[in-house]
C-alpha cells in the first residue's frame, strides 16, 4: 500500500468516477461523514466556489477554518494557502485536491536563498506577503497581505530598515505608497505579470465608461491606468459599491464569478493578457477541479503537513501581522 508522502506525490487521486453520480450531493454526504468543510479561494472555478462554506482570500479562509469544530478541512486553493491552513490549525487534517497546485510567486522565492539574502541585511525587518511558504513564512519578521500591507508598513518606525518579499510588484507598490525605501526580492506572480497595457488601452478606448481596477500584483506599468487598485476582497468590494455598470478586471478571471453573482446588472471584462487567450486564468488554481474534490474528500489524501518545529516559527509573524492589525482597527 502506498505511503502518505507516495500518495501526495501522485498528486491527485486517480480514479474513474461513476458519470451517474451526483458530485454536489456525494460531496456534502461526505462533509457530514467526515464532519469537514471546504474553502474555496476566489479564482477558483463556479463549480468549486458554489459548493464551498467559506469563499475568499488565503489568510481570511485559514482563519474561518480555525474558527470551526471541523476536523477536516479541504483547502481548493494552491499548496502554499493549505500550508497557512494547517499553520493555523495544526490539529485538522488538511486536504488539497491538487497536491501539484503550486504557485509561481512562491515558487520565485525558494527559501534557502531567501535566507541568504537575509544576512546580508542584518538590520532590517523581513516582511513577507501572505502568498509564500511555510518555511518563508517561519523567516519573517511579520506577515501581510495585499490588503494591510500598506499599513503593516506603516506601522513600523520610519528609521525601520525593511526587507519585502517575495513580490517585487506588490512591495513597489507599497514603496510608492508609504513612501519608504524598501530592499525587494525580485519574485512575480506570473498570471499578474502578463496583462497588456496596450490591450487594455484599446479595450478601455471600446468601453470608455468601464472602471478599470487591477490588483497590486500588477505590473506598474498596468496599475498606472487604473482607476482602483485592492486586493481580491477589495476589488470585489469595490464593483458592489461603485456605480459603474462596466468593469475591466485585472487580477485572475475566476474573481468574476462572485462579481456577476453580486452585480447581476453589472458587466465584468477580464484584462486581456499579452498572449493568444482571453483572459487571465492561474493555470495552478485550475488543477483543482469538482471530481479531485470528490475524490480527496473521499480518500482522505492528498494530504497537506509542515513540519513542528515550522509551523511554531511560521505562526510568529502571522501572530505579529494580526497584533497590529487589531492595533490600526483593521
Known amino acids: 500500500m502506498d505511503t502518505l508522502e507516495e500518495l501526495n506525490r501522485k498528486g491527485f487521486v486517480d480514479e474513474k468516477i461513476d458519470p451517474t453520480l451526483d458530485l454536489f450531493e456525494e460531496i456534502e454526504r461526505l462533509k457530514k461523514e467526515k464532519n469537514a468543510i471546504i474553502l474555496a479561494h476566489y479564482y477558483q472555478d463556479p463549480d468549486i466556489q458554489d459548493i464551498a462554506d467559506y469563499i475568499g482570500d488565503s489568510l481570511g479562509l485559514s482563519q474561518e477554518a480555525a474558527k470551526t469544530e471541523a476536523d477536516v478541512i479541504v483547502f481548493a486553493g494552491v499548496h502554499f494557502m493549505a500550508e497557512t491552513a494547517k499553520i493555523l490549525s495544526p490539529e485538522k487534517k488538511v486536504l488539497l485536491p491538487d497536491f501539484k497546485a503550486g504557485c509561481s510567486l512562491a515558487d520565485s522565492c525558494p527559501p534557502h536563498l531567501f535566507r541568504k539574502f537575509k544576512e546580508k541585511y542584518p538590520d532590517h525587518v523581513v516582511i513577507t506577503y501572505v502568498n509564500c511558504t511555510a518555511e518563508l513564512k517561519a523567516l519573517s519578521d511579520i506577515v501581510c497581505t495585499s490588503t494591510n500591507a500598506v499599513q503593516i508598513v506603516e506601522s513600523l518606525p520610519k528609521e525601520q530598515k525593511i526587507i519585502f518579499g517575495p513580490d517585487k510588484n506588490l512591495g513597489a507598490w507599497v514603496a510608492k505608497k508609504t513612501g519608504r525605501d524598501l530592499v525587494l526580492w525580485n519574485g512575480a506572480c506570473m498570471v499578474h505579470e502578463i496583462f497588456s497595457r496596450e490591450k487594455i488601452t484599446k479595450l478601455r478606448e471600446r468601453h470608455p465608461k468601464a472602471k478599470f481596477i487591477a490588483h497590486p500584483e500588477c505590473e506598474e506599468s498596468v496599475l498606472q491606468m487604473a482607476d482602483y487598485i485592492g486586493s481580491t476582497t477589495g476589488l470585489l468590494k469595490y464593483s458592489m459599491e461603485n456605480d459603474a455598470q462596466e468593469f475591466i478586471v485585472a487580477t485572475e478571471s ?77
Do not use: W
Open 254 to 330: 475566476g474573481i468574476i464569478h462572485q462579481m456577476e453573482k453580486a452585480n447581476p446588472d453589472k458587466t465584468f471584462i477580464p484584462a486581456p493578457p499579452n498572449n493568444n487567450c482571453a483572459c487571465n486564468d492561474c493555470p495552478y488554481m485550475k488543477r483543482n477541479t469538482l471530481e479531485k474534490l470528490y475524490l480527496c474528500l473521499k480518500n482522505g489524501y492528498p494530504e497537506v503537513t509542515v513540519p513542528e518545529d515550522i509551523i511554531i516559527e511560521a505562526r510568529k509573524p502571522i501572530a505579529r501581522m494580526l497584533e497590529i492589525s487589531a492595533k490600526m482597527g483593521l
